[in-house]
């Protein structure tokens, strides 16, 4: 099947000027050309014997990549139900999410989950629609370490986490790795620390040794995986980036030595902003202890703790390291699937990230962070076309990018989603 999609401005998702009057050219799942309209183009390419869509007026965007999610179909909040609530239930539930995630414009995740492995196939041969899903299985947690709270029998948590498993030591951890890739996992997530709730000083609080980071690390190298850490002290984070981990999630807790380092290695930073300051909001969780809360405004520990988590980005940000769309979705009921992933868009201007650097995180970075960027994250040709055709401009304001502007939703060429208004064109 060939379609053009015609007269769109192409915002393309490498920071480039947007192109006003674009043409772009599909060619089963694959782009051909994405660039202005000119004639030599289409005497070569013939497009008038292709589906045409009407972009005129219009936004092109690439599909939107959501880092690091939890398809765990989960439907309670509290930790003990993820683990005893039926395993039939959470995979049926999980179908639905990947539904909303898609009718989003979420077109690629990258997932923790057991449900993820199998998800992804069933995606992959069109038997349900949901983003392309790189999935990393469960991630690895130590004994007592992030999900370890519940009180309920190690082996029950390894047998029924919908979204970890327990590990520890190098041994454990390179065959925990070997099985999740038996498994068909594409990438690897760990715990290096708590999320706070120990309550101890955030700034040391660590999970894994140096040597259990490194070794995951080099699991991952094997096969060319990427590699993911939640991180929210300082210390780990540092000790996490020398053991060579690439992406950083949440990042918590950052110094001019963290970010000096993150820049040296090229580092990923997903800070999941949106989740994080919710969670703030609807108190979740005590705040965690922290050294230096009053170093910033605010009446309350509430208000000093959201300002100090938009002043680490504001940071990050300055710095020019690679900044990601994570949003950390994990249940319908607290972070709704895909609306969520938008969120977090907004969430990223709204602490002053411009709105084109938006788009590009959310896109070309989201790929490279994943290890896709051969196959997605812009419009060019060569890629798989996974793109959305937007009816207001984001680079007006990025709220425009929403599921009720998005007159298209198509992914690897196929629509999954196209409005009357840009179809059959004239
Ligand atoms: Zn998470």
Sequence with gaps: M????????LIDGTGRNPVDNSLIIVENEYITYAGEINESVIAEKCPDQYEKIDARGLTVIPGIIDCHIHLCGILGKDVRDWVLESK???????????????NCGITTVCDVSQNGLYLKKLVQTSK????????CGRGLCRLGGYIDFSGLPVEAINELHPWAVICDGVAEIRKCIRKLVREGADGVKIWATSSGVAKRPTDTDQHYSYEEMQIAVEEAEFIKMPIFAHCKSIQVTKTA??????????????DEECLELMKQKNTIFMPTLKTTLDWLEYNYDEIPLRKNLNAYPGATIEEKEYNRIKNNFKKVYEREIKIAVASDTFCQAVTPYGVTTLQELYAMADAGMSLMDVIVSATKIGAEAIGMSQFIGTIEQGKLADLL?????????????????MSLIMQNGQHIKSDERCIDYE
Excluded: F
């Excluded at 239930?89 to 898609?102: F, G, H, K, M, N």
């Excluded at 055709?389 to 502007?405: F, V």
């Design 88 to 102: 039939t239930q959470q995979a049926i539930v999980s179908v639905t999410e990947a539904e909303r995630l898609i």
């Design 241 to 254: 980036l020398s053991a060579g981990i690439k992406n950083i999630i949440h990042g918590g807790e950052l």
């Design 2 to 9: 060939k379609k053009v999609i015609i007269g769109g401005r």
């Design 128 to 135: 349900i629609v949901g983003p392309r899903i790189i999935a």
């Design 389 to 405: 055709i937007i009816e207001k401009n984001p680079l007006e304001d990025i709220r425009h990018i929403s599921p009720e502007n």
